[in-house]
């Protein structure tokens, strides 16, 4: 009994410390990471697309070292693709207060259309393109089974494209998000700035894109593969 009332709060203090050590250091990596996409932003909007910045460049702009850069990233590239990852993030989170601002599903999906080809407006696209343009044309290294950055966007449009009777908005909504950011990344390297026309087109097209079917429909119509014959 004396054993074990002295042995068990001693494990209870040690795991506590532990613990704090821990969060401690979570938080100063956490800080470290923050800091290297913030320094890299800035030093990629300065040099645009005229040069590609070096490691040694991001690592004094965030006047940190270069074991605390690849303690984190191992490598440039890696890094580029961590910056294009979260500004993902920052335009789904955009395109969902955006979506919040509307009353109906289509008005949810217009929204969102004008979110993402707001990447295309003048000041934005500048960044864009260089942050693009240093990833060299190579996909972002992502998670296996982590989603796309089209795939983030998608699940904003499944609750809209749902409401208006799509029998299936996770593919419906897939295909609309690759599209449109698809559209995004031409209007991105033609240097054009979508216009009024230009979102409406979009936002008429993604809704056309709902697959509907209705409860009179013939099965054929509902399996669309059994309407062709086999090869």
Request: aromatic fraction near 6%; charge should be neutral.
């Amino acid at each position: 009994m004396g054993e074990n009332s002295l042995t068990r709060p001693e494990v209870d203090v040690v795991g506590r410390i532990a613990a704090r050590a821990l969060a401690k250091r979570e938080a100063t990596y956490a800080d470290e990471v923050r800091r290297l996409l913030d320094a890299a932003l800035a030093v990629i909007r300065a040099s645009g697309t005229a040069s590609r910045p070096r490691v040694a460049d991001i690592v004094a702009a965030a006047g940190l070292s270069n074991d605390a850069f690849y303690r984190h990233f191992p490598s440039k590239d890696a890094l580029i693709s961590a910056l294009i990852e979260d500004g993902a993030e920052r335009l789904v989170r955009y395109a969902d207060r955006r979506m919040r601002t509307a009353d109906t599903p289509e008005g949810q999906v217009r929204r969102w259309v004008e979110a993402v080809l707001s990447q295309a407006a003048d000041a934005t696209a500048t960044l864009t393109r260089a942050v693009l343009w240093n990833a060299g044309g190579s996909a972002p290294d992502i998670d296996a089974g982590s989603p796309t950055p089209s795939g983030r966007l998608a699940t904003l449009l499944y609750r809209a494209f749902a409401d208006m009777g799509s029998q299936d908005p996770e593919f419906d909504a897939g295909l609309v998000a690759h599209a449109t950011v698809g559209s995004l990344t031409d209007f991105l390297w033609r240097r054009v700035e979508p216009t009024a026309a230009d979102i409406d087109r979009t936002t008429a097209f993604c809704l056309r894109a709902i697959t509907r079917i209705n409860s009179g429909d013939s099965a054929a119509e509902r399996n669309l593969p059994n309407r062709f014959p086999a090869s």
